[in-house]
């Protein structure tokens, strides 16, 4: 299993990044993706998830990003996105792409290296 984040870097507020993240090692289609942010001294938090292939395409999105990001996926390419725009500071992260396996699924212990966004003037 291996998640492949990128498209992070510098931006000033209220401007735009997308992220890539490419996945493998797993079927794609079967599972809800999510995108994941830490900072330092933080609890790491749920951007945004979006629904399986077959679902209804579904994506839901923490409050403070509502209306700013977009999450999409391409099944074709083991692949999912987050665009962002309308930065701000509060954005500074590390960000992670996940899939929701199982409980107890071991695979679920995976992570990959993370984008960092610094959003700053």
């Known amino acids: 299993v291996q998640f492949v984040e990128s498209g992070g870097g510098l931006v000033q507020p209220g401007g735009s990044l997308r992220l890539s993240c490419v996945t493998s090692?797993?079927?794609?289609?079967?599972?809800?993706m999510t995108w994941y942010r830490q900072t330092p001294g933080k609890e790491r938090e749920i951007v945004a998830s979006?629904?399986?292939?077959?679902?209804?395409?579904?994506?839901v999105y923490r409050d403070s990003v509502k209306g700013r990001f977009i999450m999409s996926r391409d099944d074709a390419k083991n692949s999912v996105y987050l665009q962002m725009s309308a930065l701000k500071p509060e954005d500074t992260a590390v960000y992670y792409c996940?899939?929701?396996?199982?409980?107890?699924?071991?695979?679920?212990?995976?992570w990959g290296q993370g984008t960092q966004v610094t959003v700053s003037s």
């Open positions: 979006i629904s399986r292939f077959g679902g209804n395409g579904n994506v």
């Open positions: 090692g797993f079927t794609f289609t079967n599972y809800v």
């Open positions: 996940k899939a929701l396996f199982p409980q107890h699924d071991f695979r679920g212990n995976v």
